[in-house]
């Protein structure tokens, strides 16, 4: 069955530092999708990022890139140069070829200190 | 909009009353999802549509939920006879292919329940 795992409940990181927010998965589909979602106060879910598991490299939007490693089964987010604005709950999620559910991890809130 | 649209953005309710959600998918979206936000938690899927197949309900968590899709866009929850562990943001989503691996969904902003 799968499953995503994030163990990071919360993280503080200092305004234009970098940070990585964790996540593992677990899924016997050798073909998944991986996805990063930034939910701010307002609550609306923003897409961030995309990762196909056949994807030979490390897919990178702006200021986010996630480093993934499929042995480990683990799609880390680095976002680099923090800004106060990203001040929010990170959702890690991921779906299985074939199927529609998207299942989401317990989230990791970010806290970006000026 | 471009965006997905949710209605109403809150919704105040008494226990036992009926309740109904709007959503409004990204125009020409096929899939369309519902799922479930309790306070400081993660997402709950609840229901999918995908064009015009049957939904599969299997996140439902009780018959008094149900969901409709008109004319294969607009999407309707509905909760009946109310429960305050109702009380929740539910989220709806859409997404414009087939059902792929890289099928990314848009959410739209929520509504807020609460049931007194």
């Known amino acids: 069955a799968q499953k995503i795992t994030q163990t990071q409940p919360g993280m503080f990181v200092q305004e234009k530092e970098a940070v990585t927010l964790d996540c593992t998965y677990d899924?016997?589909?050798?073909?998944?999708?991986l996805f990063w979602y930034k939910q701010p106060s307002s609550g609306e879910m923003i897409f961030l990022i995309y990762q196909g598991s056949y994807d030979q490299q490390n897919a990178t939007e702006g200021r986010y890139s996630l480093n993934f490693q499929k042995a480990r089964k683990s799609a880390n987010l680095v976002i680099s140069a923090s800004q106060l604005g990203d001040s929010a709950m990170y959702f890690c999620a991921m779906r299985e070829d074939g199927g529609f559910k998207t299942i989401f991890g317990a989230g990791t809130r970010l806290f970006v200190k000026a | 909009g471009a965006g997905v649209s949710q209605s109403p953005s809150n919704k105040v309710t008494e226990k036992g009353k009926d309740v109904e959600l709007r959503c409004d998918p990204i125009?020409?979206?096929?899939?369309l999802y519902w799922y479930r936000q309790s306070l400081g938690q993660g997402l709950e899927f609840l229901i999918y549509?995908?064009?015009?197949?049957?939904?599969?309900k299997s996140g439902l968590p009780s018959d008094r939920f149900s969901a409709e899709r008109t004319g294969g866009s607009v999407s309707t929850l509905t909760i009946q006879r109310t429960q305050q562990e109702d009380s929740a943001v539910y989220l709806c989503?859409?997404?414009?292919?087939?059902?792929?691996?890289?099928?990314?969904?848009?959410f739209g902003p929520g509504t807020r329940l609460t049931v007194l």
């Open positions: 125009s020409g979206h096929t899939a």
């Open positions: 549509f995908q064009g015009n197949s049957a939904p599969d």
């Open positions: 899924t016997s589909d050798p073909s998944y999708g």
């Open positions: 989503a859409s997404s414009g292919t087939s059902g792929g691996v890289g099928d990314t969904q848009y």
